[in-house]
């Protein structure tokens, strides 16, 4: 049997989305959490005594690496190197392998792989032998199709583990850098793939395993939920594989129906039960919704109730752990959807053009072209479906609320 740790996308370096009202104490804490995530990560393996440790690409955030996060880097590498635990790396479309003088050398544990496609043989204590395969970026955009570079030694009793940082076809919301199929990833016949440049941890395949592990720390609010590695376990006949987490800070969506609330105190209690019911093994970066028709909805859509209960949560939590990032409002007065969608009336035409238009992508390619747009394109992210979704609940519910506010239409 052999025994690794699989992660990827470190980014050492990355900045930290974060707002100017934070404590310093939280402050500090997200600026160390990166680091503290690959520490976690590397004291794992120690625990584990595993055989070895893949880093699937973008170790560093910036192809002009900082000098402090390479010293981490071989920090880490050294105290593997102490538990005689080695590091295979390859490198990414933010850290490509570019040959610059290297002013801090890696210890003798460290494989990096070069620009080219080649493997190395690792031969565990026991006797037992993975080739190892991949290579690391020559430049920041590679966009080849990598997989028919991935040549399978004849070697049967051994264990073949690919390492590859690129985009999986049917995958969005990254850039597509060596883009690949999972079915011509089977068909070289790894025993594992080691995937990365993918920051949401998924497991495509199962048999063999094809895996994004995620990045190891999320750094803003679209990079939600847990983020870690995983431990693997492989014999010639089963692989298991387990994630776990190690990422300090997590970014969470909490949302918070208002359809049945009265008052405002208990919107605030509920609010705060639900969020104080979260692990306390992290720190919390917090987007807030409030959701649903309800009574308290021409009271929550004014900002200046909003900032009033944003300062209100932050200062009953007394928390270093737990931020309120961001409160979203998306309530709507108290309407009847089904009885309104088939009047002839206006409100019921913008309820079923609402609805028509969750179910017709014709309007993204407009949107689209605004924010792909070669002066904007910087300055924005490209839109999840629940972005979409959400723009579109905005705009039903601004509109709504306004004929209503306006008195143009009654319930009758």
Same mark, same amino acid.
């Given at each position: 049997m052999i025994r690794f740790i699989h992660c990827a996308d470190l980014h050492l370096g990355r900045p930290f989305q974060m707002t100017k009202l934070m404590n310093q104490a939280m402050v500090n804490r997200a600026i160390r959490a990166t680091y503290e995530s690959f520490s976690a990560i590397v004291q794992e393996a120690i625990r584990k005594k595993v055989d070895f440790v893949l880093v699937?690409?973008?170790?560093?955030?910036?192809?002009?690496?900082?000098?402090?996060?390479?010293?981490?880097?071989?920090?880490?590498?050294?105290?593997?190197?102490?538990?005689?635990?080695?590091?295979?790396?390859?490198?990414?479309?933010?850290?490509?392998?570019?040959?610059?003088?290297?002013?801090?050398?890696?210890?003798?544990?460290?494989?990096i792989f070069p620009t080219h496609v080649s493997r190395t043989v690792h031969t565990t204590q026991s006797g037992e032998r993975a080739i190892i395969y991949g290579f690391s970026y020559p430049e920041r955009a590679f966009m080849?199709?990598?997989?028919?570079?991935?040549?399978?030694? *004849?070697?049967?009793?051994?264990?073949? %583990?690919?390492? $590859?940082?690129?985009?999986?076809?049917?995958?969005?919301? /990254?850039?597509?850098y060596a883009p690949f199929s999972t079915v011509d990833l089977k068909n070289v016949g790894f025993d594992y793939w080691a995937l990365g440049h993918v920051h949401k941890r998924q497991v495509i395949n199962s048999h063999p395993p094809v895996i994004y592990p995620g990045n190891i720390q999320g750094c803003h609010r679209k990079e939600q939920g847990e983020k870690g590695a995983y431990y693997v376990e492989m014999t010639k006949t089963t692989t298991t594989f387990t994630f776990f987490g190690t990422g300090p800070v997590q970014?969470?969506?909490?949302?918070? *129906?208002?359809?049945?609330?009265?008052? %405002?105190?208990? $919107?605030?209690?509920?609010?705060?039960?639900?969020?104080? /019911?979260?692990?306390?093994?992290?720190?919390?970066?917090?987007?807030?919704?409030?959701?649903?028709p309800g009574v308290l909805h021409e009271t929550l859509i004014k900002k200046k109730v909003q900032e009033d209960l944003m300062d209100i949560l932050q200062e009953e939590l007394e928390y270093d752990s737990i931020w309120i990032d961001k409160l979203t409002v998306n309530t709507a007065p108290e309407i009847i959807?089904?009885?309104?969608?088939?009047?002839d009336h206006i409100i019921g035409d913008v309820i079923r053009v609402r609805e028509d238009l969750s179910h017709n992508d014709s309007w993204k390619e407009s949107l689209s072209s605004l924010i792909n747009h070669r002066k904007i394109a910087p300055f924005v992210e490209q839109l999840t479906e629940e972005d979409e979704e959400e723009i579109l609940t905005k705009a039903e519910t601004m509109i709504v609320t306004a004929l209503l506010e306006e008195g143009k239409t009654y319930e009758d």
């Open positions: 699937s690409g973008d170790v560093y955030h910036e192809e002009d690496r900082s000098i402090h996060a390479q010293w981490f880097f071989k920090q880490q590498a050294e105290k593997l190197h102490q538990a005689n635990i080695t590091l295979y790396v390859i490198h990414g479309n933010h850290d490509p392998l570019i040959q610059k003088e290297q002013l801090i050398a890696m210890p003798e544990n460290v494989h080849n199709d990598p997989v028919p570079l991935f040549k399978k030694l *004849k070697e049967d009793e051994a264990y073949h %583990i690919g390492l $590859l940082h690129g985009q999986e076809n049917g995958l969005v919301d /990254h850039d597509p970014w969470q969506d909490i949302t918070v *129906k208002v359809n049945d609330m009265k008052s %405002i105190d208990e $919107l605030m209690a509920y609010t705060l039960d639900t969020i104080t /019911h979260l692990s306390s093994s992290h720190m919390y970066m917090i987007h807030l919704y409030f959701t649903g959807r089904e009885k309104w969608r088939h009047k």
